[in-house]
């Protein structure tokens, strides 16, 4: 069983950055493919960015690329998501997800544990 919580969202302006943290409890984190995903009112929970347990290979979705950038590091058992140039689109709550699956997980349904999540709102 592995614990997730999120933290760093908050009410920023377009243009402006944030920095998502999400901690993981046990002693295995570093076995753990981990992802973020978001969900906005009214839509689906959709793919953001994933990293391998190893850290040497990442995915993001088309819309975040070259925006944000995920990270990890196995020795605190956390994961980060810095997300610079925001964008009003961006707004919604972000998930923290694990799994310990090794293929090419970009679906919500390939993730075993969740976090509770963190609200991100950008004004125009």
């Known amino acids: 069983q592995v614990q997730l919580v999120e933290s760093g969202g908050g009410l920023v302006q377009a243009g402006d950055s944030l920095r998502l943290s999400c901690q993981a409890s046990?002693?295995?984190?570093?076995?753990?493919?981990m992802a973020w995903f978001r969900q906005a009112p009214g839509k689906e929970r959709e793919f953001v960015a994933r990293?391998?347990?190893?850290?040497?290979?990442?995915d993001y979705a088309d819309s975040v690329k070259g925006r944000f950038t995920i990270s990890r590091d196995n020795a605190k058992n956390t994961v980060y998501l810095q997300m610079n140039s925001l964008k009003p689109e961006d707004t919604a709550v972000y998930f923290c997800?694990?799994?310990?699956?090794?293929?090419?997980?970009?679906?919500?349904?390939?993730?075993?544990?969740w976090g509770q999540g963190t609200q991100v709102t950008v004004s125009s």
């Open positions: 046990g002693r295995t984190f570093r076995d753990y493919a």
């Open positions: 997800a694990s799994t310990r699956g090794r293929g090419y997980m970009i679906r919500p349904s390939d993730y075993d544990y």
């Open positions: 990293i391998r347990s190893t850290g040497t290979i990442t």
